[in-house]
């Protein structure tokens, strides 16, 4: 299955290029034009992913999140379960990285096949990293009224989870 | 709201690591902190570079309006204040669907070009469209096929069965979408689609 991840990548440049060569465009300076735009689009996303993550890294490393869900423990043994997978559910929505990291923790403590592991899994596979796409794409092109895109996508990571420990303890 | 979010979690991380003893730790993230974003830049760079160079040909060559022509009476439920055929749909339909095919790395140029056509049929430039935040919903819960991270990250734990979690994730994928696109939509009904 995942070969076809490493086909549709190679087939999808060959076709815009085939398709561009077809309608006889000067394929390499459109090419070239788009390019530059990458390159100031760049530019112009920086602060925001810098100034992110700054806030992100800056409440991750302070524990708070995981003190946080401590207290949970014990409903969570019952389950099962380690308070291990709360901070993944909570930084879903805000670092990929960070719930990427998490994951790899699980695995490896618990393994990927045991319910900790699949459960980690799932939630990971549940959605995106909400906060992070919202802040970038808003900033490409300079939105700053951001009404109310934040909370629907939230609510959607919400939904995301719920569906992920249901899955798990139906199916597994 | 992004910046109410941003003030407290900055705010809030200081004061509890001053709490607990691990000011140390944010010491070393406010030092840092600027080198992991330039870092990330450091991987998207290139690939936007690329990505925007080969949507320019797919542009200029009527592919991106011939994907929005073939897409629009699918998409133009979701979106109803996009005219008929415009490019930003063919863009929409494109960042869709190299995310479901597990390519994020490349649906995230797809997605910034998107915005850009958006912002072209939007009025007031500083503040969202309905269409914008719809397009967000959709493109946040990340509806994907294959899940490659995950699977190349199961069976370098040693997995017995990497792939068993396909079904769970896309089903909880799509709950997430879902969930997402109906509170979106009652919202735009609520607000007469403004």
């Given at each position: 299955m995942a070969t076809v991840s490493f086909i549709a990548l190679p087939l999808l440049v060959f076709f815009i290029v085939f398709y561009g060569f077809k309608k006889k465009i000067n394929i390499y300076d459109e090419f070239l034009i788009g390019a530059k735009?990458?390159?100031?689009?760049?530019?112009?996303?920086?602060?925001?992913?810098?100034?992110?993550?700054f806030a992100i890294n800056i409440l991750i490393k302070s524990n708070l999140i995981h003190d946080l869900f401590k207290f949970l423990q014990p409903f969570l043994e019952n389950l099962g379960l380690s308070s291990d997978i709360l901070p993944m559910c909570f930084l879903r929505s805000i670092s990929g990285s960070s719930t990427l990291a998490i994951m790899s923790n699980i695995f490896k403590e618990y393994g990927p096949d045991s319910t900790m592991g699949l459960l980690a899994s799932v939630i990971q596979g549940s959605s995106d990293t909400t906060l992070y796409v919202i802040a970038l794409y808003y900033a490409s092109v300079g939105i700053n009224k951001n009404r109310y895109a934040l909370s629907v996508g939230l609510f959607s990571d919400l939904c995301g989870i719920i569906v992920s420990f249901l899955l798990v303890y139906l199916f597994f | 709201m992004v910046n109410i979010i941003w003030g407290v979690f900055i705010l809030v991380g200081i004061v509890y690591s001053l709490i607990n003893g691990n000011i140390m730790e944010i010491n070393n993230v406010i030092l840092q902190s600027g080198k992991d974003g330039f870092n990330?830049?450091?991987?998207?760079?290139?690939?936007?570079?690329?990505?925007?160079?080969?949507?320019?040909?797919a542009e200029t060559s009527g592919l991106i309006k011939r994907i929005a022509e073939i897409m629009t009476p699918i998409l133009s439920k979701l979106f109803p204040k996009i005219p008929k055929g415009h490019e930003s749909i063919g863009y929409i339909a494109s960042n869709v669907a190299v995310n479901m095919a597990g390519l994020d790395s490349a649906a995230t140029p797809f997605g910034l070009k998107a915005m850009e056509k958006l912002q072209e049929l939007n009025t007031d430039k500083k503040r969202a469209t309905t269409s914008m935040i719809t397009f967000l919903v959709l493109n946040t819960a990340?509806?994907?096929l294959?899940?490659?991270?995950i699977i190349s990250l199961r069976m370098m734990y040693g997995s017995e069965n990497p792939t068993i979690v396909i079904p769970a994730c896309l089903i909880a994928t799509l709950s997430a979408q879902i969930g997402g696109l109906t509170l979106d939509y009652l919202i735009r009904r609520k607000n007469g689609n403004s």
């Open positions: 735009n990458g390159l100031s689009m760049t530019v112009k996303i920086l602060p925001n992913i810098v100034g992110m993550l | 990330l830049i450091k991987e998207i760079a290139p690939l936007l570079v690329i990505w925007m160079g080969l949507m320019r040909i990340g509806v994907t294959i899940p490659t991270t």
